[in-house]
């Protein structure tokens, strides 16, 4: 019953967007996080989370909307060369869902890579999503600059070393 309600809500919610992208990118990930679940009562919470947070989607502002999609990293006009992702989804309230992974490569023949991971919610002041926190440690202010363009400003503690989600972000 629930699978079937969360699966007509997704539907529902992929057919209002063009482009839908972030969405399923989204929901990718939180099936990975379904299927690490053991037991009856796992599932049940992971199901009403996911009800709850597809439904607030679909009634976040549409002016809002625009703002969903996957942003990758650019340097100088290019795809920055250590990657940098970060999904952005919409929510009811002014509230935004990100999540995002940073990689650095280590210059030389080591290829040493660390990793970083952004996620958490974060609200809509003026033109700034206020610092989104994944835990204690992890904090930084997604500015949105233009339609399809955001800014990363000020991000702390989501990484190994070198790893920085700062930086400008394109669709």
Known sequence: MLDDTMGALYASLTSTYSDAQALKW???????????????QCLEVAYTQRIAFLQSALSADPELRKWTGN????????????????????????RFHID????????????TAHTGALRGFGELKGAVIS????NELCSAKLRLTAPGTLRVEGEAGCGGMNVTFNGEYRR
């Open 71 to 94: 942003y990758v990293r650019y340097t100088n006009g290019k795809k920055d060369a250590n990657s940098a992702v970060i999904n952005v989804i919409a929510l009811n309230a002014s």
């Open 100 to 111: 995002g992974t940073s990689v650095w490569v280590s210059p030389g023949k080591s290829g």
């Open 26 to 40: 989204g929901q990718k990930s939180w099936l990975l996080e379904r299927n690490a679940c053991q037991d009856a």
């Open 131 to 134: 610092e989104t926190v994944k």
